[in-house]
């Protein structure tokens, strides 16, 4: 079937701007991190990225560690197929720094690893460049100005139009940020794991620091990978899988975490929300939050989330309630 963008697309999803520069997101981003390719199928991924971009998600977040290259492969296919008449309105972002092939230069941040890797990533995703190009971690290894550099580069190629670093802490980003402020490089900020139960963005200075460089942060993992739905109200197995930006949470054991989900989904209630909709709407109460990346394997729970849209307002009484019950 051929696909026919709906003509109303634009009117539910709010976008923002990161920070004074002239990248402009959906407050929700559709990220291909663990749903797309793989054992996902393509048509079921087809379907969800469609309806994404249907209602307002105009922006991808990719990888080019992604399921082993097999996510920027599938959007590549629905891009090619589906897509392609619509570039100037998408922003497709990807990132290059964990492995992406066998030795040295499979990972991290050198001139020879990302710039193999954005080439590889644009042969993937059938594209001419990508919208923003994430260093993806921070490397230890090489001088952080030939990792600048090397972006910069990328930009004057007209392989990407901005650039951004990913998992940088406080100390890191204001590292690089002067770099890029000296060379011109249209940059645009910081994508890092951030969600009610993992507020580690506010609490070490990330948030601030984005903030401070007139620059925007990208939240990952809104939804602390399940916890903050309705899939684990009844109790949090002891085995629980999450991301190691957020194993921190569990230092209390699941029981603390547990009664704090209970609360949130309370309150989430009373606002007429799902609690994984009022998730993503306290993360975007920030100004400088320019998107949080959502991953749905399915077009259900994908419009499910677009709902949060309906009511992203907070009183003071339920941002005080909020915090009192993340406090505990």
């Known amino acids: 079937m051929v696909y026919k963008a709906a003509e109303e697309r634009y009117d539910n999803l709010p976008a923002r701007r ?38 307002g998600i105009f922006s991808f977040d990719n990888a080019a560690s992604y399921s082993s290259g097999a996510a920027e492969e599938t959007f590549g296919h629905v891009f090619e197929k589906d897509l392609k008449a619509h570039r100037n309105e998408l922003v497709v972002t990807t990132k290059a720094g964990f492995h992406v092939w ?3 230069f499979g990972e991290f941040s050198s001139k020879k690893t990302f710039v193999g890797a954005l080439d590889l990533s644009l042969q993937r995703m059938h594209l001419d460049y990508v919208d923003i190009f994430y260093a993806h971690r921070w490397d230890p290894h090489t001088n952080l100005r030939e990792t600048a550099e090397t972006m910069d580069l990328m930009v004057r190629q007209g392989k990407a139009l901005y650039v951004g670093v990913s998992n940088y802490t406080t100390e890191q980003f204001n590292a690089i940020a002067p770099i890029f402020a000296e060379l011109g490089t249209p940059f645009v900020g910081n994508q890092v794991s951030y969600n009610m139960l993992n507020r580690n963005a506010e609490t070490t200075g ?3 620091a984005v903030g401070s460089h007139n620059k925007g942060l990208v939240a990952y993992g809104p939804l602390a990978e399940g916890l903050l739905s309705d899939r684990y109200l009844a109790g949090i197995p002891a ?29 989430a209630q009373q606002r007429g929300q799902k609690l994984s909709q009022m998730a993503l709407a306290w993360l975007l109460k920030d100004p400088r939050v320019g998107s949080v990346i959502i991953g749905a394997s399915q077009t259900k729970h994908l419009l499910e989330n677009i709902k949060m849209s309906e009511n992203m307002d907070f009183s003071n009484e339920e941002l005080n309630l909020i915090t009192e019950i993340l406090n505990k």
């Open 18 to 55: 990161m920070g004074d520069t002239g990248m402009i997101l959906p407050s929700l981003s559709l990220g291909f991190w663990k749903n797309m390719g793989g054992e996902q199928p393509l048509s079921k991924s087809r379907e969800v990225i469609l309806n994404a971009f249907d209602n």
């Open 239 to 267: 085995d629980m899988p999450i991301h190691w930006s957020s194993k921190y949470i569990f230092d209390n054991g699941t029981e603390n975490i547990h009664a704090k989900i209970v609360g949130l989904n309370e309150i």
């Open 206 to 208: 990330i948030v601030d």
């Open 102 to 104: 066998p030795g040295p």
